[in-house]
Structures are given as structure tokens and as C-alpha cells.
């Protein structure tokens, strides 16, 4: 019954709230956890109580961090208040319990002089001219990874300069893209518009963007087939290693850098919070606590009596 329960509710999701294949399987995994641990307690879900609420919290704490926790019981929040609206429970009993804070982590970001030796590091294959166009849009735009893998050749507006991105909640919108990002592209296109193998250029199958392929994703692997998430997070820690960096970047060190420097060049923060495709000010505002920390630094090495 309860997997009858959770099938209605991620169908719920995808239907009515019309969530993200990516955040569907999320809430999948975290309930499946759950489902396997009231198995074990021999609970059906109408009987799921405060106590055994508080054990699971326990259990997760042996294994998951405390904004993992935080998660998985946001989604069991979420799945009681559905059962509630089907009348299938009366009470939601995670609302009371209480998951560990965590605390707020400053994002990590690359300063100027790194992005450009970054943008630079790519070679002028076929595969460096796509890595180039990639990074160029990531930190050009400060888009997500996700927004990034399912970005289409029809979503450029090469004349107007942005790019029609599809956000979290599927929500749309137009976010501006400088010509240096504009002109990588390009340069990725031209050979992916013939069909057929790429003379002297084995990195992928020559796919051709005529067509369907508009319809279809942007960025490809060697195969011709869209360009995985965990394709493109080993394109930047390829190029992270290869310019020195100390740590690994993400996608998100980029969109962190984007946000951080436009913000220390004087851009307003709710034009930010539009780019970025924050629904709440709030969540744009840690680039502010971010720039005061950058201040700090620079106000107690130069100034003297610091």
C-alpha cells in the first residue's frame, strides 16, 4: 500500500506541481528510504507517529549530513500533507520534529584572473571548442548544471544575445549572454552542422543540427547523444586540474563567480536574483555577505591600522 501511496504522490508532483524529472527522482529516493525503514518497523503509514519519526531522524544522523536530513524531511513533510488532501491520513506528525540546523556556508567562487586562465584552457579541437562553449555559457550566464544539459540550439538567440532557459518549477526565462559566449558557440556549430564523420576529428560523430536537431539538446558527447550532468562536472574538473587549481570546481563555482562579480562590479541585486532565477531575494542576498567578506580581506591587508 504505502508504494501505491508514494506513486500517487510523484505522479501528484509531476502533474500538478509539474516538478523536474531531476527533483521527482529526489523525492523517489528519499521516500524509498523511508518506505524500506517503516518495513523493517512493521508500520503502515496511517500509523506513523512522532517516536517513530524521531527514530528515523536518528537513524539518518549515523549516515547523512545535516542538510541531507533536512531534505528527506522536507519530503516526508510533503507526502503527509498530500495524504492529508486524499484523506488518507489525518495528522501530519513530521511537522513538529525538529532537524538539525546548518549552518550558512559561503559560496566558493573563482576570482577574475582564474576564469580567464579557465576560459583559456581548452584546446581548439572539436571536443575543446564544445568544453569552450560550455564554460563560456556557465560563466557567462551563471545558469544552472541542469538548465545547461537540456539547453537547445532553438533556445540562442544569436541577434538579440540570450538564451530561453526552463529553471527549476520549469518556470522560463530570458537571461542575457555577452559575445564572447555568442562567438564559442559559434565556433562549436560550424562542424556540427555537416553530417557525416568530421575529417581528422574522431571526438564525436558529427551529428548534424539541421532538422530535429534543433529540438534537441546543444551540447553532445562523443557518441552524438546529449551530454550527460556528469559529463560536464568532469569537463570542469579536467580544466580545474589543468590550470592548478587547488579544488575541484562545479558548475555552481561558476554560477557562484558570475553572481559574485557582477555583484562587485556595481549590478543591482534583484537583476541578479532575476538572472539567476532565485524566486526569494534572500537566496540571492549570500552574494552580499560574500562581497563583504572579499572586503574584509582586502581592508585588513591594506589598511594599517586594520
Known amino acids: 500500500m504505502m508504494q501505491k501511496y508514494i506513486k500517487d504522490f510523484l505522479t501528484y508532483l509531476q502533474v500538478e506541481r509539474n516538478l523536474s524529472p531531476h527533483t521527482l527522482r529526489a523525492y523517489q529516493s528519499d521516500l524509498s528510504q523511508f518506505e524500506k525503514f517503516i518495513d523493517q518497523q ?9 517516536k517513530l519519526l524521531r527514530e528515523y531522524l536518528l537513524f539518518l544522523g549515523n549516515s547523512s549530513q545535516n542538510k541531507t536530513i533536512q531534505r528527506k524531511f522536507a519530503t516526508i513533510r510533503a507526502l503527509f500533507k498530500f495524504l492529508i488532501l486524499r484523506k488518507i491520513c489525518k495528522n501530519n506528525p513530521a511537522i513538529s520534529i525538529e532537524t538539525p540546523k546548518v549552518g550558512k556556508r559561503l559560496p566558493k567562487f573563482l576570482d577574475e584572473n582564474e576564469i580567464i586562465k ?3 584552457a581548452p584546446s581548439s579541437c572539436l571536443s575543446g571548442l564544445r568544453d569552450k562553449a560550455i564554460l563560456e555559457i556557465l560563466y557567462g550566464t551563471g545558469i544552472r ?3 545547461l544539459a537540456n539547453l537547445k540550439l532553438s533556445d540562442i538567440d544569436f541577434i538579440g544575445g540570450s538564451l530561453k532557459i526552463k529553471g527549476k518549477g520549469r518556470i522560463e526565462r530570458i537571461v542575457p549572454v555577452g559575445e ?3 562567438q564559442a558557440i559559434r565556433n ?7 553530417g557525416g564523420s568530421i575529417q581528422g576529428r574522431r571526438d564525436f560523430s558529427g551529428d548534424s543540427r539541421s532538422g530535429k536537431s534543433k529540438k534537441g539538446a546543444l551540447f553532445l558527447n562523443r557518441f552524438g547523444s546529449k551530454l550527460s550532468t556528469a559529463g560536464i562536472y568532469k569537463i570542469l574538473k579536467k580544466y580545474g ?6 579544488e575541484p570546481i562545479s558548475p555552481h563555482t561558476l554560477r557562484h563567480s558570475f553572481a559574485t562579480h557582477l555583484l562587485n562590479r556595481g549590478a543591482d541585486l534583484r537583476a541578479i536574483q532575476e538572472m539567476l532565477g532565485h524566486r526569494n531575494l534572500a537566496t540571492t542576498q549570500i552574494y552580499t ?5 572579499r572586503l574584509k580581506k582586502i581592508y585588513r591587508k591594506a589598511f594599517p591600522r586594520a
Not at 42 to 50: A, E, G, P, S
Not at 241 to 246: F, M, P, Y
Open 42 to 50: 512493521k508500520i503502515r503509514i496511517k500509523k506513523v507517529d512522532h
Open 118 to 120: 579557465l576560459l583559456g
Open 145 to 147: 548544471l541542469s538548465e
Open 180 to 182: 564572447k559566449a555568442l
Open 188 to 194: 562549436y556549430l560550424p562542424p556540427l552542422h555537416i
Open 241 to 246: 586540474e589543468k590550470i592548478g587549481l587547488r
Open 289 to 293: 555577505h560574500l562581497t563583504t567578506s
